[in-house]
């Protein structure tokens, strides 16, 4: 304990009251001796980098809380099945800057609910980093990050019943072999019937 405190800049005291309120792990015991490692070192300088980004305690807590009822990386991303989106790996603090002040238990639990975010040891796995860098680009224009989830859950749903849509579509009409293929061709077409009905919202605003 003596050698971990040291190693993260805290007194054994602090660090003593992070293992009473649940922010880092128990050690690993071999009889009377208690076996610190590199992820508790890193658990305390995540807990550093966020109480100097104006977080509390209390908002550490929930949010460790949160991460740890989240799914892991596998649960989220699925072994093995095919994606055109590259997952992004942060830290908590690399999180809490992307989204300043918006990374609130709440909007995490929101996050971890739509399989946004997911676990993978220490480290935060976001799925897509074009999606990380909307949402983000969004909130630094004013939009709050609450709302950002919000609408992403609905679009979720369409874009469920528009794949659906294609998928049966090039099921009926083409080779099983081919569907991987094709799939271009049916994003090209929601892209542009997104961009035609903008213009029509933007143009029948009053």
């Known amino acids: 304990m003596d050698e971990l405190a ?13 293992r009473e309120r649940g922010l880092i792990a128990p050690p690993r015991r071999e009889g009377r001796i208690a076996w610190y490692d590199d992820h508790h070192l890193a658990k305390l300088r995540t807990i550093a980098a966020l ?7 209390n908002g550490i807590a929930d949010l460790n809380t949160a991460f740890e009822s989240g799914k892991d990386v596998s649960e989220v991303l699925g072994l093995g099945e095919p994606t055109e989106e590259e ?10 800057d992307y989204f300043a002040g918006e990374v609130t238990p709440e909007n995490l639990l929101a996050a971890l609910d739509l399989g946004y975010l997911a676990t993978d040891g220490d480290t935060i796995v976001h799925i897509s980093r074009r999606l990380l860098d909307v949402s983000a680009a969004l909130v630094k224009e ?3 990050l609450s709302a950002v989830l919000e609408a992403g859950r609905a679009v979720r749903e ?26 271009p061709l049916a994003k ?4 542009a019937e997104l961009s035609m009905a903008m213009d029509r919202r933007m143009r029948d605003r009053p």
Do not use: C, M, N, W
């Open 6 to 18: 040291a190693a993260a800049g805290i007194t054994v005291r602090t660090l003593r009251f992070y």
């Open 51 to 57: 109480l100097e980004r104006g977080h509390t305690l």
């Open 87 to 96: 997952p992004v790996r942060l830290t908590p603090q690399e999180l809490a």
């Open 142 to 144: 004013g939009v709050p």
């Open 158 to 183: 369409h874009a469920d019943a528009l794949a659906a849509l294609f998928t049966d579509l090039l099921r009926e009409h083409a080779e099983e072999k081919d569907i991987q293929r094709l799939r």
């Open 188 to 191: 090209s077409v929601v892209e």
